[in-house]
């Protein structure tokens, strides 16, 4: 391989990258493009984010104030008489007690290049409150829809048993009064069930810090991968059941600004991880001309620089076709398609070049190593730098000891050439 041919091989791995550079900006703007219009059709079909957020209790004490009014009496003058009025101030109860149990069922939907992490949700809670004061006091409960573009099916709101009459505005929730007399407790039970997208989370207070009270939560799931976002408190026990999780939080006396919450799996998003194995397109081929390089300098059987044009253009077929399957077909279908495809390619055209030992052996064994595995591992989140850097690691330990003895020299200038790998060969 003499120094103008390996620049011209340079030359068109170089315009193979802006190609895939063109591509993978491409993919990335339909994904894009997708995501802004389906997240919000998604959510105004499924439903949408859910916080539900615990009923808030406010005590209600009247008290008269005395205030100074100015009058103009028969004759026309200024008066000022005393008026007292009724004020009522509103103090917050915290919640004696908070039993809740939420069921999630993943039912998840694909739009487009995107996966959306859709479930079901059964809600049901029972909170105790009392009245603190020493005299009977008005008491107000407040409860707030976690979502205003979700449906809720078979929705009851109970206070002590007696199930609270049909309400006009729902738009800010439910308010429901109760007289208390001093001392006296009462007990509020909720329940429905809803569809929603996106993480599911609990609060303790519609905002700020919280205190909570003898407070639990049971949760169950039918999907075995679960995880919490950030700024939610971990469960205090889990244990399998059947192919999900039962969760619990359980807490005596808890101040917090924190909550509770679930993030659904995902599955792989075909646009966002064909757009990842796209830009890292130039890096498999980068190893696989390198590989092929090498073996044309060991063996003096070089390829042309058309033969390399011909091998960058089977390469990027994997990913043109990668790119567009997947609007169609499953991504493991679409990938085991596009691969198959790009292999046949490089193997049916090097078989001819140099026969089958060169096709089979060399070139396709390399494109197997360095285009199919080195993509199928952004499948597995946070192993594919791994086994990136574990490839190129071995990769570079056998091209030291296959070049240990090699005259660059010898090897870089025109003597070296021999017409054997170009010329037509029968296999």
């Not at 008026?83 to 007690?97: E, G, K």
């Not at 993943?106 to 949700?121: A, H, I, S």
């Not at 244990?239 to 659904?264: A, C, N, S």
């Not at 890096?283 to 033969?307: I, K």
Request: aromatic share 12%; glycine share 8%.
């Amino acid at each position: 391989m003499t120094v103008p041919r390996l620049l011209a091989v340079g030359f068109i791995y170089c315009c193979t990258a802006v190609a895939w550079s063109t591509l993978g900006a491409s993919v990335v703007s339909r994904t894009g493009e997708s995501d802004e219009h389906l997240a919000k059709e998604v959510a105004r079909l499924w439903g949408g984010r859910h916080e539900q957020v615990a009923p808030t209790a406010l005590v209600e004490r009247p008290r008269r104030v005395v205030e100074k009014a100015q009058e103009t009496d028969a004759r026309g003058q200024v008066v000022v008489r005393d008026v007292t009025r009724t004020v009522v101030d509103r103090a917050p109860v915290v919640l004696d007690q908070s039993r809740v149990r939420t069921a999630l069922s993943l039912e998840q939907r694909r739009k487009g290049l995107l996966w959306y992490p859709t479930y079901g949700v059964t809600f049901a809670g029972s909170y105790r409150l009392h009245n603190p004061d020493a005299e009977e006091r008005n008491v107000v409960v407040h409860f707030a829809f976690p979502s205003a573009e979700a449906l809720y099916d078979g929705f009851t709101l109970k206070l002590d048993g007696r199930e609270v009459g049909p309400v006009s505005d729902l738009s800010q929730g439910v308010n429901v009064d109760t007289r208390l007399a001093a001392g006296a407790s009462a007990t509020l039970e909720v329940a429905y069930r809803s569809r929603g997208l996106g993480t599911w989370t609990y609060a303790f207070a519609p905002a700020g810090v919280a205190q909570v009270q003898d407070f639990t939560m049971d949760m169950s799931t039918d999907f075995d991968r679960i995880d919490f976002p950030g700024g939610t408190i971990s469960p205090s026990g889990k244990v399998r059941e059947g192919g999900g999780w039962k969760l619990e939080w359980r807490f005596d006396r808890l101040v917090t600004g924190q909550k509770i919450g679930m993030d659904p799996p995902t599955p792989v998003n075909p646009g966002p991880l064909t757009a990842r194995i796209t830009f890292f397109a130039p890096v498999s081929l980068l190893f696989f001309f390198t590989v092929m390089v090498v073996l044309g300098v060991l063996e003096r059987r070089s390829l042309h620089p058309v033969n390399y044009f011909f091998l960058a253009a089977a390469f990027f077929a994997f990913h043109l076709l990668l790119a567009y399957l997947v609007d169609h077909l499953d991504v493991h279908a679409s990938f085991a398609i596009a691969a198959a495809a790009s292999v046949l390619l490089v193997v049916s055209y090097l078989r001819r070049v140099g026969g089958w030992r060169l096709a089979v052996l060399r070139a396709g064994a390399a494109q197997v190593v360095f285009l199919v595995l080195f993509s199928y591992s952004f499948f597995f989140e946070g192993y594919t730098g791994l086994t990136i850097a574990v490839g190129a690691v071995v990769t570079l330990f056998v091209l030291m000891q296959m070049t240990g003895r090699v005259d660059w020299d010898e090897a870089l200038s025109a003597r070296a050439e021999t017409p054997s790998a170009t010329s037509p060969a029968r296999g």
